[in-house]
């Protein structure tokens, strides 16, 4: 299992990014993605979630609305676009998938994109 992020960046607040996150090694449509995002000196908080169909999301109180998480199953590709960003948005963010293996079930993460909103 691989999970490759890109698309993070600097950008001023009130501006917009949209990350990536290319999955291989598992049925990617079989299989919730999630968003995370973990600032310095804080832990790791969940951003958004979407069902492996698409049919499903769910998103952090703080970023509803500024936000959307999409996918795209023939790409193997989780996106996250990201407006209005403000400072406190800034972040390294990860996506992650809770697959099946040959006991139970096992999180992967990428390695993570750089989000820094500022002025």
């Known amino acids: 299992v691989q999970l490759v992020e890109s698309g993070g960046g600097l950008v001023q607040p009130g501006g917009s990014l949209r990350l990536s996150c290319v999955a291989s090694?598992?049925?990617?449509?079989?299989?919730?993605m999630r968003w995370y995002r973990q600032a310095p000196g804080k832990e790791r908080e969940l951003v958004a979630v979407?069902?492996?169909?698409?049919?499903?999301?769910n998103y952090a109180d703080s970023v509803k609305g500024r936000f959307t998480i999409s996918r795209d199953n023939g790409k193997k590709t989780v996106y996250l676009q990201m407006n209005s960003l403000k400072p406190g948005d800034t972040a390294v963010y990860y996506c992650?998938?809770?697959?099946?293996?040959?006991?139970?079930?096992?999180?992967?993460w990428g390695q993570g994109t750089q989000v820094t909103v500022s002025s």
């Open positions: 979407m069902s492996g169909d698409g049919g499903s999301t």
């Open positions: 992650s998938a809770n697959v099946r293996v040959l006991v139970g079930r096992r999180d992967y």
């Open positions: 090694g598992f049925t990617f449509s079989s299989y919730a």
